[in-house]
């Protein structure tokens, strides 16, 4: 069966992935703008033999996606800033008892109930350091329905490869746009299985115990193998430890897993930076009104180019440093006051030379926005 078409939200989009992915179950709790994803998956994955729950809360939302994982499914929940909040005591226990899981947050203005109806970028900081304690995490976003698609996808092979949760960063415009989406045929994508352990029923299963390759093989959790799942530090066996070494490895397992490999989990777009002096960094939203000024101020005749990020976390600093080598300005845009701005500037060579284009009052930064902008940077010699 080839291709089909559809002309949908950014919400559907990600529906369509997650479900494209293998989603198999799905609890959360409907909060504006990421409602969308509730109500349709509600409607579509009973039809395939998946299950719907709709939680009392965000906390047991995305406790009963763990508690799904672990069992062996495909899980996701999707929630807004106050939600996602409410999410990072059992967020770090996802990342601490390495459980696959994904979770939308389709970003609205805040803080706390803030603006629920209008779009922000300002949850960045907060999928990253969130959580107490050392970690790592990876965090995804898109400004199209093509890539929404496409990063919901991959939110779910990253998740099965490195037991970790990921984060979809979308926003508000994102989610409730439309426009069209070309659905893969099946296999098009290439999708990761869970892998489980070849360990046999009655023989020692070490469930924290890596392979050569990094990979934690799971054994589907109520199945042959009887282990102990904890938020506390644990050994190979899942078992509690205080024992220095024990966490010391541990957590540092926990951050190099992803901080080692953020050349490999970076995903991006680049236009025209291959001559560029002056090159715009922007992701979500935000990176259609800074491709708009690069295509429009191109025509003019002056080289400025757009490095788009669809990983956010790990923050792929090489990657960053190497596309701003040449540039005499950077041009950071984004709707917050700066969360993604401060890492480039730790990225670069010359963070002197890194600048803010924003917007923080919930409204979308339009490309009238960015020239402004770009007139006072140059209008100071830059």
Known sequence: MGNTIKFVQGNEACVEAALYAGLDFFAGYPITPSTEIAELLAYRL?????????????????????????????????????????????LGYAVMTEIPCVIANVQRG????????????????????????????????????????????????????????????????????REKLVLPAAGEIPLVDRLRTSVKEGVDYHPYLPREDGRLPMSDFGGVHRYNVTGLVHDMWGFP???????????????????????????????????????????????????????????????????ELQTLWPFPSEMVRQKCAHAKSVVVVEMNMGQIMQSVKLAVAHPERVFLANRIDSNFITPSDIMNILRIIQGKGV
């Open 241 to 307: 430890s205080t024992d220095p070494q024990t966490v010391h490895g541990l957590l540092r397992h926990l951050v190099d897993k992803l901080e080692n490999r953020a050349n490999e989990i970076a995903r991006y777009r680049e236009y025209h930076l291959e001559d560029a002096e002056i090159v715009m960094i922007s992701y979500g939203s935000s990176a259609r009104s800074a491709l708009h000024v690069v295509e429009n101020r191109r025509q003019r005749g002056e080289r400025m180019g757009l490095l």
């Open 46 to 90: 009973p039809q395939i033999g998946g299950k719907f729950i709709q939680m009392e809360d965000e906390i047991a939302s995305l406790c009963a996606i763990i508690g799904a994982s672990l069992t062996g499914r495909k899980v996701m929940t999707a929630t807004s800033g106050p939600g996602f909040s409410l999410m990072q005591e059992a």
């Open 110 to 177: 805040g803080p706390s109930t803030g603006i629920p109806t209008h779009v922000s970028q300002g949850d960045i900081n907060q999928a990253r350091w969130g959580t107490h304690g050392d970690h790592a995490i990876i965090a995804l976003t898109a400004s199209n329905h093509q890539d929404v698609f496409a990063m919901t996808v991959e939110a779910f092979n990253l998740a099965e490869t490195y037991r970790t949760p990921v984060i979809l960063l979308f926003d508000e415009v994102v989610g409730h746009m």
